[in-house]
């Protein structure tokens, strides 16, 4: 599996388009949005799986030790049902270029 440090630079602007049309359905980004099917995004890098405060959790996912960081949501990303073994509709993207641009605008939209 590709690590994070061998993706290409990330560009934020074709991330968000990537987040408007993969991610935005399931998840908000802004700080104090709500949840929607999955919680809210807002302060992910650094979180821990699991920990959106407000967000009902199974308890199986809150006994998955993964941080997020640049490098887990790299390879979450690339494959989610192999990387977090739980129900989800989210395919993954294969792209390491897109995977890239979405992990750019996520450290911009939920740290701001």
Same mark, same amino acid.
């Given at each position: 599996?590709?690590? *994070? ?21 399931? /998840? ?5 949005? $709500?949840?929607? /099917?999955?919680?809210? +995004?807002?302060?992910? *890098?650094?979180?821990?799986?699991? %920990?959106?405060? $407000?967000?009902?959790?199974? %308890? ?12 887990? +949501? ?11 073994? +739980? ?18 605008? +996520? ?6």
């Amino acid at each position: 599996m590709a690590s *994070f440090e061998e993706a290409p630079p990330g560009d934020a602007k074709s991330g968000h388009k990537i987040f408007q049309s993969k991610c935005a359905h399931c /998840h908000t980004v802004e700080k104090g949005a $709500g949840h929607k /099917h999955g919680p809210n +995004l807002h302060g992910l *890098f650094g979180k821990q799986y699991g %920990t959106t405060p $407000g967000y009902s959790y199974s %308890t199986a996912s809150k006994n998955i030790d993964v941080i997020w960081e640049e490098n887990s +949501l790299y390879d979450y990303l690339l494959n989610p049902k192999e990387y977090i073994p +739980l129900k989800k509709k989210f395919p993954g993207m294969k792209n390491p270029q897109e995977r890239a641009d979405l992990i750019a605008y +996520l450290k911009e939209a939920t740290t701001s």
